[in-house]
Nanobody, 124 residues
Framework: QVQLVESGGGLVQAGGSLRLSCAAS????????LGWFRQAPGKEREFVAA??????KYADSVKGRFTISRDNAKNTLYLEMNSLKPEDTALYYC???????????????????WGQGTAVTVSS
């Protein structure tokens, strides 16, 4: 069973950047497909980005601004966030699903493991 720990959140001004990290332990990293979700205050958790071996999918709201990547040697998933907007303010979660192949899951129910989240606040 994999454990996920997010880090890198914080307070940033609109237009700024942050890089979130998700460190995985307790499993074989290559056996998992990973993604990022977020939950803004008063809203439901929503998909942000996810990746398979070589491709990625993004929510329309972050496309062109966010980049998901993974470092298999470090068992770490990243989310590079640029041109941040106040509407990006949320608790960001890393999620993992036991799978291989090229399919990219974009719904919460398809993921088996979740981190505790890291908070991102974007001021205007």
């Amino acid at each position: 069973q994999v454990q996920l720990v997010e880090s890198g959140g914080g307070l940033v001004q609109a237009g700024g950047s942050l890089r979130l990290s998700c460190a995985a332990s307790g499993g074989t990293f290559n056996n998992y497909r990973l993604g990022w979700f977020r939950q803004a205050p008063g809203k439901e958790r929503e998909f942000v980005a996810a990746m398979s071996v070589v491709t990625a999918k993004y929510a329309d709201s972050v496309k062109g601004r966010f980049t998901i990547s993974r470092d298999n040697a470090k068992n770490t998933l990243y989310l590079e966030m640029n041109s941040l907007k106040p509407e990006d303010t949320a608790l960001y979660y890393c999620a993992a699903r036991t799978a291989r192949g090229f399919y990219i899951a974009r719904t919460q129910g398809e993921y088996d493991y979740w981190g505790q989240g890291t908070a991102v606040t974007v001021s205007s």
